[in-house]
């Protein structure tokens, strides 16, 4: 039996997970969280075979929830499931250690397929990354460029997070996110966080609707 612990902070989007791996003959439902936090301060994580994770949580953002799990529970495999687009996104969050990435759009039973695919130990990650076009330095967009810490700023900037707020979530000192925010800039060749998120629009990492 695959146990799998859900963390989505729609309630709607984890009845509809539930209900379709609880239909599952080999699936088991063991846990949901609405938010990072309550996913880090979860009990039995070291009976969890996959959890599917929302990259979008409040109170701790799936991407930091991730690189903290992945420290503490290697073995535990990690699906994120996102809205944002998996040519942006795919490769980043399978270099972080996620087992796979999905996005909101696919169809059900690619999820079913993904989830026994990693639980059996597959190595879908290496598989994917293998697939996925690697550009040389020379032509990478600049947000690929950012270091792992950077990137998980950048991301929340575009979620519309405030300075203090991200510190708070990420338990770093406000200045310390000030410093990464300022590299940020530098990298992108940007002056405001106005500007940031007009690049997000540019390069399709987030919706112009």
């Known amino acids: 039996m695959i146990r799998v612990f859900i963390a989505d902070d729609h309630a709607i989007v984890r009845m509809g997970l539930r209900q379709l791996l609880e239909a599952q003959p080999d699936m088991e439902v063991v846990g949901e969280a609405s938010n990072g936090r309550e996913v880090l301060l979860a009990e039995g994580k070291q009976s969890w075979d996959v959890l599917i994770l929302d990259l979008s949580l409040p109170r701790v953002n799936g991407l930091e929830v991730l690189r903290r799990l992945r420290a503490e529970h290697p073995k535990l495999q990690i699906v994120a499931l996102s809205m944002y687009p998996e040519e942006q996104y795919a490769a980043r969050l399978l270099s972080e250690g996620a087992a796979a990435y999905l996005s909101k759009e696919g169809k059900p039973q690619e999820l079913v397929a993904v989830l026994r695919q990693v639980a059996s130990g597959v190595p879908l990650s290496r598989r994917v990354l293998a697939e996925t076009p690697t550009r040389a330095t020379t032509t990478a967009a600049p947000h690929e460029l950012l270091s792992a810490r950077e990137y998980q700023i950048f991301t929340l900037i575009l979620q519309n997070h405030r300075v203090t707020e991200i510190a708070a979530e990420l338990d770093l000192s406000v200045s ?34």
Not at 193 to 204: A, Q, S, T
């Open 176 to 209: 310390t996110v000030s410093n990464h925010l300022t590299h940020v800039k530098e990298k992108l060749s940007v002056r405001s966080i106005g500007e940031i998120i007009n690049y997000g629009h540019r390069v399709g990492l987030i919706s112009s609707v």
